[in-house]
């Protein structure tokens, strides 16, 4: 990991101890917040409210859409929920509706609006304690918040240590950057950020043991680009006669299908061939993010599998497409796969896969799909 920058006027030693022993997801989205309005907005003062909407905004796709654990303690995930209940809010929703909808709430001081109010009461104030640890050690935690806030009010006048940032009420309660921290945030705010995500990353895979690309599942999902997955599995349908979808049995045509996740999407967060499989668009549309009968189908899709990987292996394109093959099987070279058994391919496969089925299900996804036609 990258320390952070270095500074001859800021205590930047306290900054990166307000990552140390982390309990909860809160600090990294708050910090995470603060960067995200100084990179768009460019100005010190921020309001809370603008902050907390953002806290929520940023927790919504990795709880809601990708079924992360925050951990126990943690209460944004449920926070992120609760305001998706309120509001009638799908799980895909636009990260910029989240916070609209959350300034909205908070605006209203509603139920949820409340809870979401209620990350101020410790967060902005337990997030400084570094910058003053020795002045708090041994403080009464009911006199922490007031102490900080006086503390923090104070140091943003020293020249010596100053303090990220203090509290103001301009005319809504909010925070005020520190100009030398501010410019600090503004020259290594890339820098900044990947510290944040990296404490953050670790923070969840604590949370979440065995699930795949946690960090790929931090962020609102993007539009993903499967032209190689089709142009994979058109070779294949040009070159075999037969084809047929493993779910419904329906023939298959070059240039004429849909390509469907074996395991979903939303669980593994990757594109990567071996999970991937032509179908038709009803059959993948019924299927959705479902996880499907493995004992139905595991075997039908392995076949299939094999039968692509052999067919491709023997093309110009074979390099290019097969990477994904090359890492999962562990092969030297590419001709390995063309003269690796069945029963091998197949093992490894089931071994990849099966794990990542059941802790698929622990989160929540739903099991044992099968089409009807």
């Known amino acids: 990991m990258i320390p952070l920058p270095s500074s001859s006027v800021l205590p930047v030693s306290a900054l990166a101890a307000s990552f140390d022993e982390v309990t909860n997801s809160y600090k990294f989205y708050w910090f995470l917040a603060i960067l995200e309005q100084v990179r768009e907005t460019q100005t010190r003062i921020i309001p809370l409210d603008i902050l907390l909407a953002r806290m929520v905004a940023s927790v919504w796709h990795p709880t809601n859409y990708f079924r992360l654990s925050f951990g126990k303690q943690?209460?944004?995930?449920?926070?992120?929920?609760?305001?998706?209940?309120?509001?009638?809010?799908?799980?895909?929703?636009?990260?910029?509706?989240?916070?609209?909808?959350?300034?909205?709430?908070?605006?209203?001081?509603?139920?949820?609006?409340?809870?979401?109010?209620?990350?101020?009461?410790?967060?902005?104030?337990?997030?400084?304690?570094?910058?003053?640890?020795?002045?708090?050690?041994?403080?009464?935690?009911?006199?922490?918040?007031?102490?900080?806030?006086?503390?923090?009010?104070?140091?943003?006048?020293?020249?010596?240590?100053?303090?990220?940032?203090?509290?103001?009420?301009?005319?809504?309660?909010?925070?005020?950057?520190?100009?030398?921290?501010?410019?600090?945030?503004?020259?290594?705010?890339?820098?900044?950020?990947?510290?944040?995500?990296?404490?953050?990353?670790?923070?969840?895979?604590?949370?979440?043991?065995?699930?795949?690309?946690?960090?790929?599942?931090?962020?609102?999902?993007?539009?993903?680009?499967?032209?190689?997955?089709?142009?994979?599995?058109?070779?294949?349908?040009?070159?075999?006669?037969?084809?047929?979808?493993?779910?419904?049995?329906?023939?298959?045509?070059?240039?004429?299908?849909?390509?469907?996740?074996?395991?979903?999407?939303?669980?593994?967060?990757?594109?990567?061939?071996?999970?991937?499989?032509?179908?038709?668009?009803?059959?993948?549309?019924?299927?959705s993010d479902n996880l499907p009968d493995a004992g139905l189908y595991f075997d039908p899709f392995a076949e299939l599998q094999y039968q692509a990987v052999r067919v491709v292996v023997r093309t110009p394109q074979a390099t290019r497409l097969l990477e994904d093959y090359v890492l999962l099987f562990k092969v030297s070279a590419i001709a390995d796969l063309q003269t690796m058994a069945f029963s091998t391919f197949r093992n490894i496969l089931y071994q990849s896969i099966a794990p990542q089925i059941q802790i698929a299900a622990n989160m929540g996804f739903a099991t044992g799909w099968r089409y009807a036609s």
């Open 74 to 287: 943690d209460r944004l995930g449920s926070i992120a929920a609760r305001l998706g209940e309120q509001a009638g809010l799908p799980m895909d929703i636009p990260r910029n509706r989240v916070i609209t909808t959350a300034l909205a709430h908070l605006s209203q001081l509603d139920d949820v609006g409340r809870e979401i109010l209620s990350l101020a009461n410790f967060v902005p104030y337990r997030f400084l304690r570094p910058f003053f640890a020795s002045t708090l050690r041994g403080a009464r935690d009911w006199e922490v918040n007031r102490r900080i806030k006086t503390l923090a009010e104070n140091a943003f006048h020293d020249s010596q240590t100053p303090c990220l940032y203090r509290f103001v009420n301009l005319p809504q309660p909010g925070i005020e950057i520190h100009p030398d921290w501010f410019s600090y945030l503004q020259q290594h705010l890339t820098i900044l950020a990947g510290f944040c995500l990296w404490h953050l990353v670790n923070y969840l895979q604590k949370n979440n043991p065995n699930v795949p690309n946690i960090a790929g599942k931090l962020f609102e999902p993007q539009e993903r680009d499967l032209r190689r997955a089709r142009t994979f599995w058109n070779i294949v349908l040009d070159q075999v006669a037969h084809v047929t979808c493993i779910y419904s049995g329906q023939p298959l045509q070059k240039g004429d299908f849909s390509l469907d996740h074996f395991l979903p999407w939303r669980f593994v967060a990757h594109d990567l061939l071996w999970n991937l499989l032509p179908t038709s668009k009803t059959v993948n549309s019924s299927k």
